[in-house]
Protein backbone atom coordinates (compact mmCIF):
# COMPACT_ATOMS: atom_id res chain seq x y z
CA UNK A 1 0.00 0.00 0.00
CA UNK A 2 1.58 3.65 -0.63
CA UNK A 3 1.88 6.19 1.74
CA UNK A 4 -0.79 8.36 -0.64
CA UNK A 5 -2.75 5.73 -0.02
CA UNK A 6 -2.26 5.05 3.46
CA UNK A 7 -2.06 8.61 4.24
CA UNK A 8 -5.38 9.04 2.69
CA UNK A 9 -6.92 5.85 4.75
CA UNK A 10 -5.58 7.96 7.78
CA UNK A 11 -7.39 11.60 7.00
CA UNK A 12 -10.63 9.56 6.09
CA UNK A 13 -11.19 7.52 9.46
CA UNK A 14 -9.88 10.25 11.48
CA UNK A 15 -12.50 12.56 10.15
CA UNK A 16 -15.46 10.62 10.53
CA UNK A 17 -13.90 9.38 14.54
CA UNK A 18 -13.66 13.19 15.25
CA UNK A 19 -16.55 14.71 13.71
CA UNK A 20 -19.26 11.87 14.88
CA UNK A 21 -17.75 10.61 17.94
CA UNK A 22 -15.71 12.93 20.02
CA UNK A 23 -16.14 15.85 21.93
CA UNK A 24 -13.94 18.56 20.76
CA UNK A 25 -14.13 21.27 23.35
CA UNK A 26 -10.66 20.42 25.04
CA UNK A 27 -9.29 18.98 21.48
CA UNK A 28 -5.74 19.94 21.16
CA UNK A 29 -2.91 19.35 18.40
CA UNK A 30 -1.42 16.62 20.82
CA UNK A 31 -4.23 14.54 21.40
CA UNK A 32 -4.85 14.97 17.29
CA UNK A 33 -1.51 13.79 16.09
CA UNK A 34 -1.42 11.28 18.93
CA UNK A 35 -4.38 9.97 16.72
CA UNK A 36 -3.51 9.98 13.49
CA UNK A 37 -0.67 8.04 14.67
CA UNK A 38 -2.76 4.90 16.55
CA UNK A 39 -4.93 5.20 13.19
CA UNK A 40 -1.41 5.14 11.01
CA UNK A 41 0.00 2.51 12.72
CA UNK A 42 -3.38 0.26 12.10
CA UNK A 43 -3.55 1.19 8.59
CA UNK A 44 0.15 0.24 8.24
CA UNK A 45 -0.25 -3.14 9.44
CA UNK A 46 -3.65 -3.64 7.88
CA UNK A 47 -5.14 -4.27 11.27
CA UNK A 48 -8.77 -3.81 12.31
CA UNK A 49 -9.09 -0.18 14.08
CA UNK A 50 -9.63 -1.26 17.28
CA UNK A 51 -11.82 1.18 20.19
CA UNK A 52 -12.41 0.60 23.82
CA UNK A 53 -14.96 2.31 25.78
CA UNK A 54 -15.30 1.53 29.52
CA UNK A 55 -19.40 2.03 29.89
CA UNK A 56 -22.96 0.54 29.96
CA UNK A 57 -22.99 -0.66 33.69
CA UNK A 58 -26.59 -1.00 34.27
CA UNK A 59 -29.52 1.83 34.89
CA UNK A 60 -29.16 3.57 38.01
CA UNK A 61 -31.52 2.58 41.06
CA UNK A 62 -32.58 6.02 41.17
CA UNK A 63 -36.10 6.02 39.47
CA UNK A 64 -36.33 9.67 39.47
CA UNK A 65 -34.03 9.71 36.71
CA UNK A 66 -34.39 6.50 33.96
CA UNK A 67 -37.18 5.22 32.98
CA UNK A 68 -36.82 1.71 34.35
CA UNK A 69 -33.76 -1.46 34.44
CA UNK A 70 -33.76 -2.37 31.07
CA UNK A 71 -31.81 -0.05 28.19
CA UNK A 72 -34.42 2.03 26.31
CA UNK A 73 -34.02 4.72 23.18
CA UNK A 74 -31.17 6.27 25.20
CA UNK A 75 -29.18 3.53 24.88
CA UNK A 76 -30.50 2.39 21.32
CA UNK A 77 -29.58 6.26 20.31
CA UNK A 78 -25.55 5.81 21.36
CA UNK A 79 -25.44 2.99 19.77
CA UNK A 80 -26.83 3.49 16.74
CA UNK A 81 -24.25 6.58 16.30
CA UNK A 82 -21.71 4.14 17.24
CA UNK A 83 -22.76 1.81 14.56
CA UNK A 84 -23.04 4.93 12.24
CA UNK A 85 -19.22 5.85 13.05
CA UNK A 86 -18.49 1.81 12.21
CA UNK A 87 -20.61 1.62 8.76
CA UNK A 88 -18.78 4.53 7.59
CA UNK A 89 -14.84 3.44 8.40
CA UNK A 90 -15.56 0.27 6.95
CA UNK A 91 -16.58 2.28 3.38
CA UNK A 92 -13.07 3.77 3.12
CA UNK A 93 -10.85 1.50 5.80
CA UNK A 94 -11.18 -2.32 3.72
CA UNK A 95 -9.71 -4.19 7.34
CA UNK A 96 -12.97 -2.44 9.08
CA UNK A 97 -13.51 -1.95 12.78
CA UNK A 98 -13.79 -3.65 16.32
CA UNK A 99 -15.43 -1.37 19.11
CA UNK A 100 -15.61 -3.59 22.42
CA UNK A 101 -17.84 -1.92 25.39
CA UNK A 102 -16.38 -3.24 27.98
CA UNK A 103 -19.14 -2.95 30.72
CA UNK A 104 -17.47 -1.57 34.50
CA UNK A 105 -20.78 -2.50 36.49
CA UNK A 106 -18.43 -5.29 38.29
CA UNK A 107 -15.82 -2.45 39.00
CA UNK A 108 -17.98 -0.57 40.78
CA UNK A 109 -20.52 -3.35 42.38
CA UNK A 110 -19.52 -2.72 45.59
CA UNK A 111 -21.01 0.82 45.64
CA UNK A 112 -24.02 1.64 43.21
CA UNK A 113 -26.30 -1.08 45.00
CA UNK A 114 -27.34 -2.74 41.93
CA UNK A 115 -28.25 -6.27 42.12
CA UNK A 116 -26.11 -8.82 39.47
CA UNK A 117 -29.60 -10.08 37.62
CA UNK A 118 -30.58 -6.24 36.71
CA UNK A 119 -27.04 -6.14 35.65
CA UNK A 120 -27.54 -8.84 33.36
CA UNK A 121 -30.75 -8.14 31.95
CA UNK A 122 -29.05 -4.59 31.04
CA UNK A 123 -26.15 -6.01 29.44
CA UNK A 124 -28.05 -8.40 27.06
CA UNK A 125 -30.74 -5.56 26.12
CA UNK A 126 -27.68 -4.24 24.74
CA UNK A 127 -26.85 -6.65 22.89
CA UNK A 128 -29.79 -7.66 21.61
CA UNK A 129 -29.56 -3.70 20.23
CA UNK A 130 -26.67 -4.24 18.57
CA UNK A 131 -28.09 -7.74 16.99
CA UNK A 132 -30.97 -5.24 15.69
CA UNK A 133 -28.16 -3.10 14.35
CA UNK A 134 -26.75 -6.49 12.77
CA UNK A 135 -23.38 -5.36 14.02
CA UNK A 136 -22.68 -8.06 16.86
CA UNK A 137 -19.67 -8.95 14.35
CA UNK A 138 -18.04 -5.21 15.00
CA UNK A 139 -19.40 -4.04 18.37
CA UNK A 140 -18.88 -6.09 20.74
CA UNK A 141 -20.23 -5.70 25.16
CA UNK A 142 -17.70 -7.63 26.55
CA UNK A 143 -17.31 -7.91 30.55
CA UNK A 144 -14.72 -9.71 33.14
CA UNK A 145 -15.65 -13.01 32.34
CA UNK A 146 -14.58 -13.20 28.71
CA UNK A 147 -10.97 -13.11 30.60
CA UNK A 148 -8.85 -15.83 31.47
CA UNK A 149 -8.02 -14.11 34.48
CA UNK A 150 -11.62 -14.06 35.90
CA UNK A 151 -12.64 -17.52 34.37
CA UNK A 152 -12.71 -19.48 37.76
CA UNK A 153 -14.72 -16.88 39.56
CA UNK A 154 -18.03 -16.18 40.45
CA UNK A 155 -19.79 -13.28 38.97
CA UNK A 156 -19.86 -11.86 42.62
CA UNK A 157 -15.94 -11.97 43.17
CA UNK A 158 -14.68 -9.94 40.29
CA UNK A 159 -14.72 -6.79 42.01
CA UNK A 160 -12.79 -7.66 44.97
CA UNK A 161 -10.42 -9.83 42.36
CA UNK A 162 -9.87 -6.79 39.89
CA UNK A 163 -8.58 -4.94 43.39
CA UNK A 164 -6.23 -7.55 44.25
CA UNK A 165 -5.00 -8.52 40.99
CA UNK A 166 -4.64 -4.80 39.64
CA UNK A 167 -4.53 -2.43 42.75
CA UNK A 168 -2.24 -0.37 43.23
CA UNK A 169 -1.28 -0.32 46.90
CA UNK A 170 0.13 2.95 46.90
CA UNK A 171 -2.50 4.80 45.69
CA UNK A 172 -4.85 2.82 48.16
CA UNK A 173 -2.46 3.45 51.39
CA UNK A 174 -1.55 7.23 50.34
CA UNK A 175 -4.86 8.31 49.03
CA UNK A 176 -6.24 10.83 52.11
CA UNK A 177 -2.70 12.37 51.69
CA UNK A 178 -3.00 12.66 48.04
CA UNK A 179 -6.62 14.20 48.14
CA UNK A 180 -4.79 17.07 50.31
CA UNK A 181 -2.02 17.92 47.59
CA UNK A 182 -3.16 16.66 44.38
CA UNK A 183 -6.21 19.33 43.18
CA UNK A 184 -7.01 16.55 40.11
CA UNK A 185 -7.69 13.79 42.82
CA UNK A 186 -9.23 16.41 45.52
CA UNK A 187 -11.83 17.16 42.48
CA UNK A 188 -12.54 13.93 41.66
CA UNK A 189 -13.63 13.10 44.93
CA UNK A 190 -15.74 15.43 45.66
CA UNK A 191 -17.46 15.15 42.04
CA UNK A 192 -18.18 11.75 42.96
CA UNK A 193 -19.20 12.46 46.70
CA UNK A 194 -21.67 15.31 45.60
CA UNK A 195 -22.85 12.74 42.09
CA UNK A 196 -23.64 9.70 44.18
CA UNK A 197 -25.43 11.74 47.18
CA UNK A 198 -27.58 12.62 44.55
CA UNK A 199 -27.85 9.34 42.47
CA UNK A 200 -27.71 7.08 45.81
CA UNK A 201 -30.32 9.41 47.53
CA UNK A 202 -33.13 6.60 48.05
CA UNK A 203 -30.11 4.41 49.71
CA UNK A 204 -29.16 6.43 51.54
CA UNK A 205 -32.17 8.42 52.85
CA UNK A 206 -32.46 5.57 55.71
CA UNK A 207 -28.74 6.18 56.92
CA UNK A 208 -28.00 9.54 59.74
CA UNK A 209 -26.59 12.74 58.37
CA UNK A 210 -23.01 11.41 59.94
CA UNK A 211 -23.57 8.04 58.58
CA UNK A 212 -24.60 9.23 55.08
CA UNK A 213 -21.22 11.31 55.30
CA UNK A 214 -19.21 8.51 55.67
CA UNK A 215 -20.56 6.51 53.45
CA UNK A 216 -20.09 9.22 50.67
CA UNK A 217 -16.84 8.97 51.53
CA UNK A 218 -16.30 5.51 51.37
CA UNK A 219 -18.11 5.30 47.89
CA UNK A 220 -16.14 8.07 46.48
CA UNK A 221 -12.88 6.62 47.38
CA UNK A 222 -13.73 3.06 46.35
CA UNK A 223 -15.16 4.20 43.21
CA UNK A 224 -11.59 5.89 42.20
CA UNK A 225 -9.52 3.20 43.86
CA UNK A 226 -11.24 0.51 41.60
CA UNK A 227 -11.28 2.97 38.92
CA UNK A 228 -7.45 2.75 38.96
CA UNK A 229 -7.40 -1.00 38.78
CA UNK A 230 -10.05 -0.89 35.85
CA UNK A 231 -7.27 1.23 34.19
CA UNK A 232 -4.63 -1.26 34.41
CA UNK A 233 -6.47 -3.87 33.98
CA UNK A 234 -7.57 -2.19 30.32
CA UNK A 235 -4.51 -1.11 29.57
CA UNK A 236 -2.86 -4.65 29.63
CA UNK A 237 -5.22 -6.31 27.80
CA UNK A 238 -6.50 -3.28 25.11
CA UNK A 239 -3.29 -1.52 25.15
CA UNK A 240 -3.34 -1.15 21.35
CA UNK A 241 -6.71 0.27 21.39
CA UNK A 242 -8.24 3.92 21.15
CA UNK A 243 -9.31 4.67 24.45
CA UNK A 244 -12.97 6.05 24.40
CA UNK A 245 -14.24 8.07 27.55
CA UNK A 246 -17.83 9.19 29.02
CA UNK A 247 -15.45 11.56 31.18
CA UNK A 248 -14.33 14.76 30.50
CA UNK A 249 -10.09 14.57 29.46
CA UNK A 250 -8.18 17.12 28.29
CA UNK A 251 -7.16 15.40 24.31
CA UNK A 252 -3.70 14.82 25.44
CA UNK A 253 -3.94 11.33 23.29
CA UNK A 254 -4.34 9.28 26.46
CA UNK A 255 -8.25 8.90 26.68
CA UNK A 256 -10.32 10.57 24.24
CA UNK A 257 -13.62 11.92 25.18
CA UNK A 258 -16.98 10.80 23.80
CA UNK A 259 -20.06 13.39 22.76
CA UNK A 260 -23.31 10.46 23.13
CA UNK A 261 -25.73 13.51 22.57
CA UNK A 262 -26.18 16.01 20.88
CA UNK A 263 -25.79 19.30 23.38
CA UNK A 264 -25.61 17.47 26.44
CA UNK A 265 -21.57 16.07 26.63
CA UNK A 266 -20.98 14.02 29.13
CA UNK A 267 -24.39 13.24 30.10
CA UNK A 268 -25.45 9.19 29.37
CA UNK A 269 -28.57 7.07 29.04
CA UNK A 270 -27.95 4.72 32.57
CA UNK A 271 -28.02 8.60 34.40
CA UNK A 272 -30.69 9.90 32.34
CA UNK A 273 -33.95 10.00 30.54
CA UNK A 274 -34.14 11.02 26.59
CA UNK A 275 -37.65 12.80 25.55
CA UNK A 276 -38.48 14.01 22.01
CA UNK A 277 -39.51 17.28 21.92
CA UNK A 278 -41.78 17.99 19.10
CA UNK A 279 -41.30 21.29 19.14
CA UNK A 280 -37.99 21.98 18.62
CA UNK A 281 -37.49 18.22 16.69
CA UNK A 282 -34.66 17.67 19.31
CA UNK A 283 -33.59 15.03 22.26
CA UNK A 284 -33.90 16.31 25.71
CA UNK A 285 -31.56 14.57 28.08
CA UNK A 286 -32.31 15.03 31.46
CA UNK A 287 -33.54 13.05 34.69
CA UNK A 288 -37.20 11.14 34.12
CA UNK A 289 -38.61 13.03 36.68
CA UNK A 290 -37.82 17.06 35.61
CA UNK A 291 -38.73 15.99 31.53
CA UNK A 292 -41.93 14.57 33.07
CA UNK A 293 -43.04 17.12 35.23
CA UNK A 294 -41.51 20.18 33.43
CA UNK A 295 -43.27 19.64 30.33
CA UNK A 296 -46.12 17.36 30.86
CA UNK A 297 -44.27 14.80 28.85
CA UNK A 298 -45.62 11.96 27.64
CA UNK A 299 -44.65 8.68 28.80
CA UNK A 300 -43.79 6.46 25.17
CA UNK A 301 -44.28 2.79 25.92
CA UNK A 302 -42.31 0.16 23.13
CA UNK A 303 -42.63 -4.02 24.06
CA UNK A 304 -44.83 -3.12 26.80
CA UNK A 305 -42.10 -0.43 29.17
CA UNK A 306 -41.45 2.99 29.08
CA UNK A 307 -39.15 3.59 26.26
CA UNK A 308 -38.90 7.63 26.17
CA UNK A 309 -40.69 10.27 26.94
CA UNK A 310 -42.60 12.92 24.40
CA UNK A 311 -43.33 16.42 24.40
CA UNK A 312 -46.44 17.65 22.81
CA UNK A 313 -48.48 20.48 22.38
CA UNK A 314 -52.41 20.43 22.48
CA UNK A 315 -54.24 23.35 21.99
CA UNK A 316 -57.62 22.49 24.41
CA UNK A 317 -58.50 24.91 26.78
CA UNK A 318 -61.78 22.58 28.01
CA UNK A 319 -59.62 20.11 29.16
CA UNK A 320 -56.82 20.68 31.83
CA UNK A 321 -53.55 18.90 31.02
CA UNK A 322 -54.66 16.93 28.13
CA UNK A 323 -51.40 15.20 27.62
CA UNK A 324 -52.04 12.83 30.61
CA UNK A 325 -54.70 11.23 28.98
CA UNK A 326 -52.47 10.54 25.70
CA UNK A 327 -51.24 6.98 25.12
CA UNK A 328 -48.15 7.05 23.12
CA UNK A 329 -46.48 3.80 21.69
CA UNK A 330 -44.27 2.59 19.13
CA UNK A 331 -44.19 -0.20 16.90
CA UNK A 332 -39.83 -0.86 16.59
CA UNK A 333 -37.06 1.03 18.56
CA UNK A 334 -37.75 4.41 16.89
CA UNK A 335 -40.12 3.99 14.11
CA UNK A 336 -44.33 3.68 14.00
CA UNK A 337 -45.34 6.26 16.60
CA UNK A 338 -49.33 5.51 17.42
CA UNK A 339 -50.89 8.47 19.81
CA UNK A 340 -53.99 7.35 20.70
CA UNK A 341 -56.13 10.07 22.68
CA UNK A 342 -58.87 7.47 23.80
CA UNK A 343 -62.19 8.42 25.30
CA UNK A 344 -60.74 12.02 25.45
CA UNK A 345 -62.71 13.17 22.68
CA UNK A 346 -60.12 15.17 21.10
CA UNK A 347 -59.82 17.00 17.66
CA UNK A 348 -57.35 16.36 15.53
CA UNK A 349 -56.94 20.03 14.20
CA UNK A 350 -55.61 20.92 18.08
CA UNK A 351 -52.48 19.35 17.53
CA UNK A 352 -49.54 21.16 15.87
CA UNK A 353 -48.30 20.99 12.74
CA UNK A 354 -45.19 21.74 13.32
CA UNK A 355 -45.02 19.13 15.42
CA UNK A 356 -46.36 16.51 13.56
CA UNK A 357 -43.95 16.95 10.66
CA UNK A 358 -41.20 16.42 14.13
CA UNK A 359 -42.41 13.30 14.88
CA UNK A 360 -42.73 12.06 10.87
CA UNK A 361 -39.24 13.37 10.34
CA UNK A 362 -38.12 11.64 13.98
CA UNK A 363 -40.58 8.08 13.72
CA UNK A 364 -41.10 7.47 10.04
CA UNK A 365 -44.90 6.75 10.81
CA UNK A 366 -47.04 8.96 13.22
CA UNK A 367 -51.00 7.36 13.54
CA UNK A 368 -53.86 9.16 15.25
CA UNK A 369 -56.00 7.27 17.18
CA UNK A 370 -59.25 7.85 18.90
CA UNK A 371 -59.68 11.36 17.27
CA UNK A 372 -62.82 12.83 16.20
CA UNK A 373 -63.50 11.68 12.91
CA UNK A 374 -63.78 13.66 9.92
CA UNK A 375 -67.11 13.56 8.63
CA UNK A 376 -66.57 14.31 4.87
CA UNK A 377 -62.88 15.01 2.23
CA UNK A 378 -63.27 18.15 2.80
CA UNK A 379 -63.14 17.75 6.82
CA UNK A 380 -59.93 15.99 5.92
CA UNK A 381 -58.77 17.97 2.93
CA UNK A 382 -59.16 21.08 5.17
CA UNK A 383 -56.86 19.71 8.06
CA UNK A 384 -54.02 18.31 6.07
CA UNK A 385 -53.49 21.20 3.70
CA UNK A 386 -52.18 22.57 6.68
CA UNK A 387 -49.18 21.12 6.31
CA UNK A 388 -48.86 22.28 2.46
CA UNK A 389 -50.39 22.52 -0.70
CA UNK A 390 -51.40 18.83 -2.11
CA UNK A 391 -51.05 17.09 -5.00
CA UNK A 392 -54.22 17.20 -6.84
CA UNK A 393 -55.90 14.46 -9.18
CA UNK A 394 -58.68 14.58 -11.61
CA UNK A 395 -60.82 13.60 -8.52
CA UNK A 396 -59.64 16.32 -6.29
CA UNK A 397 -56.84 16.17 -3.42
CA UNK A 398 -58.44 13.15 -1.82
CA UNK A 399 -58.26 9.82 -3.03
CA UNK A 400 -60.68 7.14 -2.15
CA UNK A 401 -59.35 3.52 -1.97
CA UNK A 402 -62.40 1.13 -1.02
CA UNK A 403 -60.85 -2.18 -2.37
CA UNK A 404 -57.79 -4.16 -3.93
CA UNK A 405 -58.14 -6.73 -5.62
CA UNK A 406 -55.28 -9.33 -4.06
CA UNK A 407 -55.48 -11.00 -7.24
CA UNK A 408 -53.03 -8.16 -8.64
CA UNK A 409 -50.48 -9.69 -6.30
CA UNK A 410 -49.74 -12.80 -7.76
CA UNK A 411 -47.21 -12.16 -10.25
CA UNK A 412 -45.23 -10.18 -8.07
CA UNK A 413 -42.12 -11.94 -7.39
CA UNK A 414 -40.69 -10.27 -4.36
CA UNK A 415 -43.01 -11.24 -1.38
CA UNK A 416 -44.89 -7.66 -0.76
CA UNK A 417 -45.19 -5.03 -3.24
CA UNK A 418 -43.22 -2.04 -2.09
CA UNK A 419 -42.67 1.28 -3.68
CA UNK A 420 -43.04 4.62 -2.57
CA UNK A 421 -46.21 7.12 -3.02
CA UNK A 422 -45.98 8.86 -6.42
CA UNK A 423 -43.35 6.62 -7.33
CA UNK A 424 -44.14 7.31 -10.88
CA UNK A 425 -45.18 10.66 -12.35
CA UNK A 426 -48.62 11.30 -12.76
CA UNK A 427 -50.18 10.32 -16.04
CA UNK A 428 -50.79 14.05 -16.51
CA UNK A 429 -47.40 14.68 -17.14
CA UNK A 430 -46.44 11.89 -19.71
CA UNK A 431 -44.30 13.47 -21.66
CA UNK A 432 -42.68 16.04 -19.42
CA UNK A 433 -41.52 13.24 -16.80
CA UNK A 434 -37.87 13.87 -18.09
CA UNK A 435 -37.58 17.11 -16.92
CA UNK A 436 -38.52 16.05 -13.01
CA UNK A 437 -36.19 14.31 -10.72
CA UNK A 438 -36.97 12.46 -7.50
CA UNK A 439 -37.32 15.39 -5.12
CA UNK A 440 -39.64 17.15 -8.00
CA UNK A 441 -41.80 14.88 -8.12
CA UNK A 442 -41.76 13.14 -5.10
CA UNK A 443 -44.34 13.67 -1.77
CA UNK A 444 -42.00 14.27 2.13
CA UNK A 445 -45.05 12.48 3.28
CA UNK A 446 -48.93 11.22 2.49
CA UNK A 447 -52.00 10.89 4.75
CA UNK A 448 -53.94 7.57 5.06
CA UNK A 449 -57.59 7.98 6.34
CA UNK A 450 -59.34 4.61 7.49
CA UNK A 451 -63.02 6.07 6.86
CA UNK A 452 -64.65 2.40 6.95
CA UNK A 453 -63.31 -0.42 7.98
CA UNK A 454 -65.36 -3.13 9.39
CA UNK A 455 -62.37 -5.86 9.15
CA UNK A 456 -59.33 -6.13 11.52
CA UNK A 457 -58.00 -7.61 9.21
CA UNK A 458 -56.68 -4.93 7.20
CA UNK A 459 -52.84 -4.23 7.07
CA UNK A 460 -50.37 -1.82 5.78
CA UNK A 461 -46.52 -2.26 5.46
CA UNK A 462 -44.11 -0.02 5.61
CA UNK A 463 -40.00 -0.85 5.97
CA UNK A 464 -37.46 1.57 7.29
CA UNK A 465 -34.62 1.56 4.43
CA UNK A 466 -32.84 4.19 6.38
CA UNK A 467 -32.20 1.23 9.24
CA UNK A 468 -31.71 -0.88 6.22
CA UNK A 469 -29.23 0.89 4.99
CA UNK A 470 -27.35 1.24 8.68
CA UNK A 471 -27.61 -2.76 9.06
CA UNK A 472 -25.07 -2.98 6.21
CA UNK A 473 -21.65 -2.90 6.09
CA UNK A 474 -19.91 -0.13 4.73
CA UNK A 475 -17.92 -1.74 1.64
CA UNK A 476 -21.96 -3.11 0.66
CA UNK A 477 -23.44 0.26 1.09
CA UNK A 478 -20.92 1.85 -1.05
CA UNK A 479 -21.53 -0.68 -3.69
CA UNK A 480 -25.30 0.11 -3.89
CA UNK A 481 -24.96 3.58 -3.58
CA UNK A 482 -23.24 3.41 -7.60
CA UNK A 483 -25.83 1.45 -8.88
CA UNK A 484 -29.00 2.62 -10.72
CA UNK A 485 -31.88 0.69 -11.96
CA UNK A 486 -34.26 1.61 -14.93
CA UNK A 487 -37.76 0.76 -14.32
CA UNK A 488 -40.00 -0.47 -17.50
CA UNK A 489 -43.11 2.39 -17.31
CA UNK A 490 -46.20 1.70 -19.09
CA UNK A 491 -47.95 5.03 -20.54
CA UNK A 492 -51.09 5.68 -21.65
CA UNK A 493 -50.80 4.36 -24.89
CA UNK A 494 -49.34 1.14 -23.85
CA UNK A 495 -46.42 1.87 -24.76
CA UNK A 496 -43.08 1.43 -22.35
CA UNK A 497 -40.90 4.33 -21.38
CA UNK A 498 -38.45 4.12 -18.70
CA UNK A 499 -37.39 5.92 -15.45
CA UNK A 500 -34.36 5.13 -13.29
CA UNK A 501 -33.68 5.84 -9.72
CA UNK A 502 -30.73 5.35 -7.57
CA UNK A 503 -30.85 1.94 -5.47
CA UNK A 504 -29.18 4.18 -2.59
CA UNK A 505 -29.69 8.12 -2.47
CA UNK A 506 -29.93 10.59 0.51
CA UNK A 507 -32.76 11.32 2.00
CA UNK A 508 -34.14 15.29 1.33
CA UNK A 509 -35.43 15.89 4.54
CA UNK A 510 -33.05 13.95 7.21
CA UNK A 511 -29.94 13.47 4.69
CA UNK A 512 -29.92 10.36 5.96
CA UNK A 513 -28.95 7.07 3.58
CA UNK A 514 -31.81 5.47 2.09
CA UNK A 515 -33.11 2.72 -0.53
CA UNK A 516 -35.66 3.48 -3.25
CA UNK A 517 -36.33 0.10 -4.38
CA UNK A 518 -39.31 -1.16 -6.47
CA UNK A 519 -40.10 -4.42 -6.90
CA UNK A 520 -41.37 -5.10 -10.66
CA UNK A 521 -44.25 -6.86 -11.41
CA UNK A 522 -42.12 -9.63 -13.62
CA UNK A 523 -40.58 -6.88 -15.92
CA UNK A 524 -37.14 -6.75 -16.84
CA UNK A 525 -35.21 -4.41 -14.84
CA UNK A 526 -32.14 -2.59 -15.92
CA UNK A 527 -28.89 -2.54 -14.47
CA UNK A 528 -26.79 0.63 -14.82
CA UNK A 529 -23.64 1.95 -12.70
CA UNK A 530 -23.43 5.60 -11.78
CA UNK A 531 -22.35 8.06 -14.32
CA UNK A 532 -19.39 8.97 -11.57
CA UNK A 533 -18.11 5.18 -10.86
CA UNK A 534 -18.19 1.65 -11.92
CA UNK A 535 -19.72 -1.16 -10.18
CA UNK A 536 -16.93 -3.26 -8.65
CA UNK A 537 -18.10 -6.60 -10.01
CA UNK A 538 -14.95 -8.40 -8.15
CA UNK A 539 -15.95 -7.46 -4.67
CA UNK A 540 -19.52 -8.47 -5.07
CA UNK A 541 -19.61 -10.81 -7.88
CA UNK A 542 -23.77 -11.34 -6.87
CA UNK A 543 -24.84 -8.23 -8.46
CA UNK A 544 -23.66 -9.07 -11.77
CA UNK A 545 -26.75 -9.73 -13.04
CA UNK A 546 -30.33 -7.99 -12.50
CA UNK A 547 -32.25 -11.70 -10.84
CA UNK A 548 -29.56 -11.92 -7.86
CA UNK A 549 -29.70 -8.10 -7.29
CA UNK A 550 -33.20 -8.41 -6.91
CA UNK A 551 -32.99 -11.41 -4.81
CA UNK A 552 -30.33 -9.20 -2.74
CA UNK A 553 -32.64 -6.27 -2.05
CA UNK A 554 -35.65 -8.32 -1.40
CA UNK A 555 -33.71 -9.97 1.84
CA UNK A 556 -32.64 -6.63 3.24
CA UNK A 557 -35.87 -4.96 2.25
CA UNK A 558 -38.16 -7.96 3.36
CA UNK A 559 -36.35 -8.44 6.81
CA UNK A 560 -38.72 -8.58 10.29
CA UNK A 561 -36.29 -5.96 11.73
CA UNK A 562 -37.45 -3.15 9.61
CA UNK A 563 -40.80 -3.73 8.62
CA UNK A 564 -43.80 -2.45 10.46
CA UNK A 565 -47.20 -3.67 10.12
CA UNK A 566 -49.81 -1.20 10.87
CA UNK A 567 -53.06 -2.65 11.32
CA UNK A 568 -55.65 0.24 10.66
CA UNK A 569 -58.61 0.53 12.95
CA UNK A 570 -61.84 2.34 11.78
CA UNK A 571 -61.03 6.54 12.24
CA UNK A 572 -57.47 5.91 12.28
CA UNK A 573 -55.15 8.66 10.54
CA UNK A 574 -51.72 7.54 9.59
CA UNK A 575 -49.67 10.04 8.33
CA UNK A 576 -46.07 8.14 6.71
CA UNK A 577 -42.61 9.56 5.50
CA UNK A 578 -42.55 9.03 2.00
CA UNK A 579 -38.74 9.24 1.63
CA UNK A 580 -37.08 6.99 4.56
CA UNK A 581 -40.20 4.46 3.92
CA UNK A 582 -40.81 1.94 1.70
CA UNK A 583 -44.65 0.91 1.49
CA UNK A 584 -47.14 -1.96 0.08
CA UNK A 585 -50.58 -1.62 -1.13
CA UNK A 586 -53.14 -1.84 1.46
CA UNK A 587 -55.09 -4.68 1.99
CA UNK A 588 -58.32 -3.86 2.14
CA UNK A 589 -61.70 -6.17 2.69
CA UNK A 590 -64.76 -5.24 0.44
CA UNK A 591 -65.96 -3.35 3.81
CA UNK A 592 -63.50 -1.05 3.85
CA UNK A 593 -62.78 2.22 2.75
CA UNK A 594 -59.26 4.28 2.85
CA UNK A 595 -59.01 8.53 2.02
CA UNK A 596 -55.40 9.02 1.06
CA UNK A 597 -53.63 12.85 0.01
CA UNK A 598 -49.99 13.83 -0.64
CA UNK A 599 -47.92 17.05 -0.04
CA UNK A 600 -46.64 18.16 -2.62
CA UNK A 601 -42.72 18.71 -2.90
CA UNK A 602 -40.74 21.41 -1.62
CA UNK A 603 -38.65 21.57 -4.88
CA UNK A 604 -38.85 24.88 -6.71
CA UNK A 605 -38.85 22.62 -9.96
CA UNK A 606 -42.14 20.44 -8.95
CA UNK A 607 -44.54 20.21 -11.74
CA UNK A 608 -47.20 21.43 -9.38
CA UNK A 609 -45.28 24.81 -8.59
CA UNK A 610 -47.11 27.76 -10.79
CA UNK A 611 -44.41 28.30 -13.35
CA UNK A 612 -44.82 24.86 -14.40
CA UNK A 613 -48.18 23.97 -13.38
CA UNK A 614 -50.77 21.78 -15.50
CA UNK A 615 -54.32 22.99 -15.99
CA UNK A 616 -56.75 21.02 -14.37
CA UNK A 617 -58.38 20.43 -17.56
CA UNK A 618 -55.00 18.18 -18.72
CA UNK A 619 -55.20 16.32 -15.31
CA UNK A 620 -55.59 12.33 -15.68
Not at 48 to 59: G, R, V, Y
Not at 480 to 504: A, E, M, Q
Not at 560 to 586: A, F, K, R
Request: a neutral charge; glycine letters at 4%.
Amino acid sequence: MSNVVVQRNVEEVFFIIFNQLLEQSDANIEGVLNLKKIITNYSLSKEKIQFLLPAFPCKTNNLDKVTGCDPDLGEYLVLKKFVKAIRDIQSVYEPGVIFYIFSDYHTFSEYISVDLDRHYSYANGLRDMVESLNCDDSLKIVNFEDFEDFKLLEAQEYSRALLLKYGDKDYINNFESLKLRNNKTNDTYLGLKKFMSKDQKYILAEFSDKERRKRLSQIAKGMMVQGAALDKFLLRKFGNCIRLSIHRHPMTGEKYSLNLFENYPFRTPWHNTVMFDSLSGKYVVDSFINNKNRYLAIPVVFKGKIWCLLKLSINMTSIEQPQRSIKATLYREKAGLVLDCGNLDLSIFSLSHKELSNLIKEFNSVTLRGFKKFQNRLDLESWYDRFGPLVPYKSGNINSISFCNNSYLSGIKSPVLLSWNLKWPLSYLDGNHGKYNYADITPGHFVIYAYKNKSLKQEFLTVDTALAVLRMHGKEREEFRKLTLRYPLLDGNLNYKYISHPVLMQCPLTHQDIIRWIPCNGETLSLQTSSSSEMDIQAFPEFHNESSLTQKLDEICMDDQIQISHHLMEGDVLIVNNHTTLQSIPKLSNQSELWCASLQPKSINSPWKPHNIVKLDQLG
